[in-house]
T-cell receptor, first 117, second 112 residues
Framework: GAVVSQHPSRVICKSGTSVKIECRSL??????MFWYRQFPKQSLMLMAT?????????EQGVEKDKFLINHASLTLSTLTVTSAHPEDSSFYIC?????????????FGPGTRLTVL | SQKIEQNSEALNIQEGKTATLTCNYT??????LQWYRQDPGRGPVFLLL?????KEKRKERLKVTFDTTLKQSLFHITASQPADSATYLC???????????FGAGTRLFVKA
């Protein structure tokens, strides 16, 4: 149980284009989903917290107009990188939490490798 | 500011030995601490969670300790196998909060 999928797993795009990444919880309902970015040999950096049916909460320094998040249902959240530039190239990982109990054990997706040319 | 430190140098050990990884934190009072495994190009996989009032937690060949006085957690893999080779991340979550902070991870190599 507790499987999270991401699509696509890998994407290469030209500078200036927009890229959408999907995150789905396959066998549970995710009250909360998280989007992270990870650069090589660095820790996961939280970009935003997404709650179903409400606006995402962005971390300091993350541009909400550039990284659009939509949490349309309890099993789907999308991240759209708008007008992507080479510096946006990174590994984007989502996670989902059932939001029950007093711990927030997160179940991670397999990640999406974004390369902006 | 809050800081989580994991040994950035890779840990190389021989198969069958016990691997011990360290996670230290400062300016933080976590309600619980988690350890994740991450393989190259993949998302992290949850391994163990230990609460602030617990000293030790075990799961099969894994053991985690949590010393809130030293602000340190140790992660042990006994009878290590080459398949245990991966990066191990520690993560902390605050009391009553929901935001988890991750360390950069320690790369473990187990040689056959």
């Amino acid at each position: 149980g507790a499987v999270v999928s991401q699509h696509p797993s890998r994407v290469i795009c030209k500078s200036g284009t927009s890229v959408k990444i999907e995150c789905r919880s396959l066998d549970f309902q995710a009250t909360t989903m998280f989007w992270y970015r990870q650069f090589p040999k660095q820790s996961l950096m939280l970009m935003a917290t997404s709650n179903e049916g409400s606006k995402a909460t962005y971390e300091q320094g993350v541009e909400k107009d550039k990284f659009l998040i939509n949490h349309a249902s309890l099993t789907l959240s999308t991240l759209t990188v708008t007008s992507a530039h080479p510096e946006d190239s990174s590994f984007y990982i989502c996670s989902a939490s059932p939001g029950q109990g007093d711990t927030d054990t997160q179940y991670f997706g397999p990640g999406t490798r974004l390369t902006v040319l | 500011s809050q800081k989580i430190e994991q040994n950035s140098e890779a840990l190389n050990i021989q198969e069958g030995k016990t691997a011990t990884l360290t996670c230290n934190y400062t300016n933080y009072s976590p309600a619980y601490l988690q350890w994740y495994r991450q393989d190259p190009g993949r998302g992290p996989v949850f391994l163990l969670l230990i609460r602030e009032n617990e000293k030790e937690k075990r799961k099969e060949r894994l053991k985690v300790t949590f010393d809130t006085t030293l602000k340190q957690s140790l992660f042990h893999i006994t009878a290590s196998q080459p398949a245990d080779s991966a990066t191990y991340l520690c993560a902390l979550a605050p009391t009553g909060g929901f935001k988890t902070i991750f360390g950069a991870g320690t790369r473990l190599f187990v040689k056959a």
